[in-house]
């Protein structure tokens, strides 16, 4: 007997849309992927569609508006599992790196002024678990293909993802590049989490920390060792907070006192 | 009073719809609304070094990282005193026509196609079209190996920093792109012939402004330090706030340009409009084939420009090849020279001229300031909806094939709605 098929939906909001278009870049098996699941919902890739109920929803992007964080929750009502998909949706992304610091009044009046929005609400951008409950996480700016493939095999075969939970190191070991680190340049790499394959240490340029703090990560073993290598407390907490977003808040304040 | 609402426009990057307000045959109101969340991206960069101002504002878009990155390169090098060498020039070429590869394919087989040929998307297109749907792919596979090789990986690759490139690519790798260029020309040549076949109505026609970079030395490019206007003006990029004149508009969390007052039109159209008597080889060719004088009255032109443009793209590479490995021995990173000072960084995106302007103080950004291609050709696209509205209703024409009508305008311009919804810091006068 044949298996239903898994009713899929993709959603972006705020972002660069990158993380879908990693989808739509893999080319052969974009095809397979249309084939083996109904995609009842993928803005960015076709114009029919639908806001049905879902086995999946792949949610992209930060919340950065009243609306959609109604939209979100609307989504999630209808869907059984809700994946955040890159580092916007899962952490808040490049435009959440000031959360907790009160600055994005002051941030939006310097853009916009006294103008209004007609259309929306804005909000600072938040990570799509803080408007509704995220069943997985598939960090990156932007995420892997192939990690979205064997996480998207995974739900095929009714199994939950798995997802690796070593920093960056392990794969710039594996890859026998020399230590940044030792060289006395600002690398996060022990700090995040892996799955791009060390691609930045492997072009002799730092770690920038794009997939987000990995799961049990030295942050004050790190703020140590980069003091000790003669950067400034602000040179350190701007790098480690560049792409973390929320990732990296409660830990730098535990740290410095404040955040 | 009616309304037509198309929201959220499919097939663009990022969220954006359009509003028709009509009382009677009268149109009231025609609005490209951008409704992507708000970003505040020039005012995270300030007090971040030059490095991470690259890695923040090039994921802007992903669609046009590699270009954001490079203005945002030429702009911050300007400030610091940086004159990179030739081989990160040329790598730079390389990696930005990989981009322009990857977007313009992107965007006509897989964006723009499906409406012409009345699909929903491009995969629905493969049991009547499959060649072109997979001649398509292999130009974009290829524009996406480009952008992976050189920056590092598909999208937000650190590779192109500050002063140069962590790695370059080896003699092999470089041979081999040449090869493949090569093989892929009937591909590009197949797309302007598509495209070509296809009807365009000229019911909305009227003229506009086109501007682009000034490339010099009498050649068809895409980097500059002054912009050609199609009035017959040269204006230096430093001159760019005079040029764009920046507004706030409500109904779009982008702002909006005109120039003189007037709209303008930025993009492949544009440069093909300002710069195609320039071109060379088959790109030539096709040019003086396809071009006539309804592409500068008709914004639908630019899937045909960018088509011609993919020829053009796959012309280039084996010259920019050759003059990467003329300079193996080049440095790889240049250091700055200073701390501080100003500069513009202005290349074309596939969507048209970008600007990175950059104030450096203390070795770490002070001040930028950014405009989008998308927001700069918004007055246009609203120009045209309105005409292309007002006519339709006076044929009496249905909801639905106003709707369909309005999309495939917009959708022309290939608007990439992340970008233009990055904002720049308002001036009061």
Redesign the interface.
Known sequence: MEKKKLDVGLY????????Q??I??S?DR??DF?GSANIKSF???????DDSELDIAFVE?????Q??AERVKEIRERSKFLVAIGNCACYG???A??MGQD??DH??E????E??????T?VE?KPIDLAVKVDFYLPG??IDADQFFRCFGHFLRGEQPAMPDYPVCAECRWKENECLLLKGVLCVGPLTASG?GA??P????PC?G?WGVVKEGNVTSEFDLLKEKGFSV??IK??MR??TGIGIMKPLKNILGVY | MAEIIVE?L??????GGITVRTEGQKVKEVSF?I??????????VV???PE?DV??TC?????C?LSHRYAALRGLEKALGIVIPPKAHWMRSLMHLGEFL?SNS?HVF?LAL?DFLGY?????M?DKHADDVVKG?AL??YG?KIMRLTS????????P?VGG???YLDRRTLLDLKKEAAELLPAAERAVEIVAGLDIPSFFEKETVFMCCEPGDSEYGLVGDQIKISDGKTVPVEQYRSLTNER?S????AKHCLYNGKPYTVGAIARMNNLGERLKGRSRTLFEKHWNKRWLRNPVYNNLAQAIELVWSLEQIPLVVDNILKHEDDP?IVKPSRTQGEGVGAVEAPRGTLYHNYRIKDGLVAEANLIIPTGQSLEDIEKYLRIAVEEMLKQKADDHAIRMQCEIIARSYDPCI?CSTH????E?T
């Open positions: 972006g909001f705020t972002g660069c849309n990158g993380d278009l990693v739509i870049h080319e974009l095809l249309f803005s960015l890739a076709k114009s029919d569609n992007g930060s919340v950065s508006n609306e959609q992304g490049v435009q790196m000031e600055t994005w941030r939006f310097k853009v916009y002024g103008s209004f929005l007609e259309n929306r804005p951008s700016c932007p791009c691609v930045c492997s072009h002799n340029l920038v794009c602000e040179a701007n790098r560049m792409h | 959220p499919a097939r663009v990057e990022g969220e609304d409704l992507e969340g708000t970003r505040l991206i020039e005012t995270l007090g971040k070094t991470e890695s923040i994921r802007i878009c992903a669609i990282t990857e992107l897989l499906p929903p998307n491009a995969v629905a493969l792919l974009k596979k996406n590092g990986r598909m999208i937000h690759g650190e590779n920093t490139f962590g790695k706030f409500p109904h779009s969390a790889a992340s904002m720049v810091s308002i009061r």
